[in-house]
């Protein structure tokens, strides 16, 4: 017989901090279920989308997450924006939404417009310009958005430009 890989009563997440002894908030302490109409609309809002928080500080006490709805009407463009110092990942769930930001790796910025499908993911880094928008003129697209801060951050721009390192922060 081989040996464990552990000792038992060891945590098998090493990197993990010890917080034995430690008093969590009590929403801290619990699993958290929120269903699809009791989703939060009092988040910041950027023109032409809407938003809903699910997961949140606010809703659920996270500390580093927040998860949950965007809705584009049909024919319609957000404003230009950003999310700060927040990681922003996208999940498709209906619609055909487009999301564009200038990329500034050749000679001259170049406007670039990635088209998705439901099931499509998107990675937008923290401070980059960009803006969703929804051709079709029927379809609303939704999507699933989570992000590495406890609330939705949106700094609203009067128009996309090339990220720089002098940008970020």
């Known amino acids: 017989m081989s040996q464990p890989l552990t000792?038992?009563?060891e945590g098998f997440h090493p990197h993990l901090p010890d917080t034995a002894g430690e008093s969590l908030p009590p929403l801290r302490t619990r699993l958290h279920h929120i269903r699809a109409d009791a989703l939060d609309g009092d988040t910041a809002q950027t023109g032409g989308m809407r938003r809903f928080?699910?997961?949140?500080?606010?809703?659920?006490g996270s500390e580093k997450l927040w998860m949950g709805q965007t809705h584009v009407a049909p024919a319609t463009s957000s404003s230009d924006h950003h999310h700060g110092a927040s990681e922003t990942a996208?999940?498709?769930?209906?619609?055909?939404?487009?999301f564009v930001f200038l990329?500034?790796?050749?000679?001259?910025?170049?406007e670039i417009r990635l088209r998705?499908?439901?099931?499509?993911?998107?990675?937008?880094p923290p401070f980059v310009?960009?803006?969703?928008?929804n051709?079709?003129?029927?379809?609303?697209?939704?999507?699933?958005?989570?992000?590495s801060t406890q609330e939705a951050i949106v700094v609203n721009l009067p128009q996309?430009?090339?990220?720089?390192?002098d940008d970020e922060g």
């Open 135 to 147: 051709p079709d003129p029927a379809e609303e697209a939704v999507v699933v958005i989570a992000r």
């Open 160 to 165: 996309l430009y090339v990220l720089t390192a």
């Open 7 to 9: 000792t038992p009563g």
């Open 129 to 133: 310009p960009h803006r969703e928008e």
């Open 103 to 110: 990329d500034g790796t050749g000679a001259e910025p170049e």
């Open 53 to 60: 928080a699910a997961v949140s500080g606010h809703t659920v």
């Open 90 to 98: 996208i999940y498709v769930v209906s619609g055909h939404p487009e």
């Open 116 to 124: 998705t499908s439901p099931g499509d993911y998107i990675f937008v």
